[in-house]
């Protein structure tokens, strides 16, 4: 089965702080996504990557950042931390063909005070 | 940017009996494909059905099966024989056959009732 570990299930960090949140994957899988969830939005996607060094802004990256520098390894960053970034940020990786589906990391709920 | 639209924020079923999530989205894409996820709660998103849009047989999984009516853009899961096991957010997805952006609909809040 694939595997999709996220650092942290919960995560409290305060305004201003530059955050961190990590994502692996074991199943060699060409893209991986993060996307932010929210009641009554749905997932929405912040950025992905299809494959090593390589990105590509989704429907809302303003205030993110990613870091691929590894094929399992995908990193959120909130360079600078603000309260209307609390929300749970699920990762996801998928194969490149078509009809494969994405599998789901646990999620981490995270919190700005 | 495709567009899914689940339009039932909350469902309700009794146990054992069907229920049916409906699904539309938009796409000027002939080769696609749907899928419907199922969240738990504070649980992880995992993958309930699949369908290829060139196929016009519906898909099953189970209890869950799928409507799938391309013209109409409408990709509904009914879940029959339901369990509390059933009870989580469904969320609706469209992947075309070219891209690797999944596009999830705002999801689906199910209950099953004892």
């Known amino acids: 089965d694939v595997k999709v570990t996220q650092s942290s299930r919960y995560l409290v960090k305060r305004t201003g702080e530059k955050v961190f949140l990590e994502c692996v994957q074991d199943?060699?899988?060409?893209?991986m996504f993060w996307y932010r969830q929210d009641p009554g939005l749905g997932l929405r996607l912040i950025y992905f990557?299809?494959?090593?060094?390589?990105?590509e802004k989704g429907d809302i990256p303003e205030g993110y950042s990613v870091s691929r520098e590894k094929k399992e390894r995908f990193s959120l960053i909130l360079e600078s931390a603000s309260t209307n970034q609390t929300s749970m940020y699920l990762c996801a990786s998928s194969r490149q063909v078509a009809y494969q589906p994405q599998h789901f990391g646990d999620g981490t709920r995270l919190s700005i005070l | 940017a495709q567009t899914v639209t689940q339009s039932q924020p909350e469902m309700s079923v009794q146990e054992a009996e069907t229920v049916t999530l409906s699904c539309t989205y938009d796409?000027?894409?002939?080769?696609?494909?749907l899928f419907w996820y199922k969240q738990p709660p504070s649980r992880q998103m995992i993958l309930v059905i699949r369908q290829e849009a060139y196929k016009q047989q519906n898909a099953t999984e189970n209890r869950f099966s799928v409507n799938f009516q391309k013209a109409a853009k409408s990709f509904s899961l009914k879940i029959s024989d339901s369990q509390l096991g059933d009870a989580a957010m469904y969320f609706c997805a469209y992947r075309s056959w070219t891209g690797n952006q999944f596009y999830f609909g705002t999801g689906t809040s199910l209950t099953v009732i004892p």
């Open positions: 990557s299809y494959d090593v060094k390589m990105k």
């Open positions: 796409t000027s894409e002939s080769d696609y494909y």
């Open positions: 199943m060699d899988h060409e893209n």
